[in-house]
């Protein structure tokens, strides 16, 4: 844990427990809480010959606070309250602590808001609820559209996401805000946070597909004694027709009543030209090109935005769909004033923000 997430999970535990205190002044020291016995500085240090030998100086280690087990977590933070006056308050209280880890056979719910991390963080204030809620909804709508198929088998609804976004807040406003720079920075990080926890949980939720969920098949037949055909057919009187009357075709017998695979369709209606690698990167070049074209300036730059932003497709696409973009503006009497927006990599989109992986 660094000093930036040190400091800001400091004072979301003197918030929760209503101690006041103030970013201190005394040089090398970070907050100063004003105690009932006096004002205690607190320094936050990485190594143990950062700290500082003074009276009313606190040293607190940034590797206690990150213990693994809570109790020891909170020695330092009871070593300050004790000082200030204030006695050993408990500044969240989440349950029990589970035994071991969680892995993605657990509630996907607690393993994709990292638990560890939650149980961690105070409730955040309602007003942070109500700031970032445009945010939080960005965030959600963008994932669903993205993977609404996924979604849908999985059960999951935009509000369920929601629920999600606003639990994981409280570690944002925790750990992660930071409260002297611009909302817009805020606003920007967060939005960058969640898509990244979003693809976390994507990748849990196919992990528990491929291993602990049963297949729509297995799902089918168990529940309703019939395969699955994704819709289900009825017969005159209303009834859902037995198995023995679906079509069924061997994969390796294609004989019972379904054409067998034409092999050569997929060569006979290929748009590009795979004579060579060189051939068919240019063929491909070309009908992208094209496709673009038929889509109007609006329609373009809106798909290029999106597929710039797209964390879930390939980053070769990404890069070029960035690389198309900026192009386009640098030409584009349209897109000339805006410019000024900076594109930023998905993978050093958290470097300088403070944002602890």
């Not at 693809?199 to 196919?206: N, R």
């Amino acid at each position: 844990m660094n000093v930036f997430t040190a400091t800001n999970v400091f004072k979301s535990w003197l918030r929760a427990n209503q101690i006041p205190f103030v970013l201190s002044s005394v040089n090398g020291c970070h907050l100063t809480v004003e105690g009932r016995l006096g004002d205690i500085h607190v320094r936050f240090c990485m190594a143990q010959e950062d700290a500082i030998l003074s009276e009313g100086v606190v040293n607190v280690m940034t590797s206690k606070l990150s213990h693994k087990r809570f109790q020891v977590a909170l020695e330092p933070y009871h070593e300050v309250t004790e000082a200030a006056g204030y006695g050993k308050p408990n500044p969240i209280n989440r349950g029990v602590e589970p035994d071991q880890k969680l892995c993605y056979t657990d509630d996907e719910f607690l393993v994709g808001v990292r638990h560890t991390e939650v149980r961690r963080s105070p409730n955040a204030p309602d007003e942070k609820f109500t700031l970032y809620d445009k945010v939080m909804h960005k965030a959600c709508w963008t994932f669903y559209n993205l993977n609404k198929k996924e979604c849908l088998r999985w059960g999951k609804s935009v509000e369920d996401l929601m629920t999600y976004a606003m639990t994981m807040l409280n570690t944002f406003v925790a750990r992660i805000e930071d409260e002297n720079a611009p909302q817009t920075h805020n606003e920007q990080t967060l939005y960058v946070w969640l898509r990244q926890r979003f693809a976390e949980i994507y990748k849990i939720e196919c992990k528990k597909e491929q291993s602990i969920r049963p297949d729509a098949d297995t799902a089918s037949i168990g529940l309703l004694g019939l395969s699955y055909r994704g819709r289900m057919d009825y017969d005159s009187d209303g009834e859902i027709m037995p198995i023995a009357s679906y079509v069924y075709c061997n994969p390796l017998d294609c004989t019972t009543g379904l054409e067998p695979e034409d092999k050569e369709y997929k060569a006979r209606h290929c748009k590009l030209d795979t004579s060579n690698p060189t051939a068919r990167k240019a063929s491909a070049a070309r009908l992208l090109n094209e496709e673009l074209g038929k889509l109007g300036h609006d329609k373009m730059v809106a798909v290029l935005e999106f597929a710039k932003q797209n964390i879930l497709i390939s980053s070769d696409a990404r890069r070029e769909a960035r690389k198309r973009l900026t192009l386009h503006r640098q030409s584009c009497v349209q897109c000339s004033d805006k410019l000024t927006e900076t594109d930023v990599d998905e993978e050093t989109s958290f470097e300088g923000l403070g944002v602890e992986e």
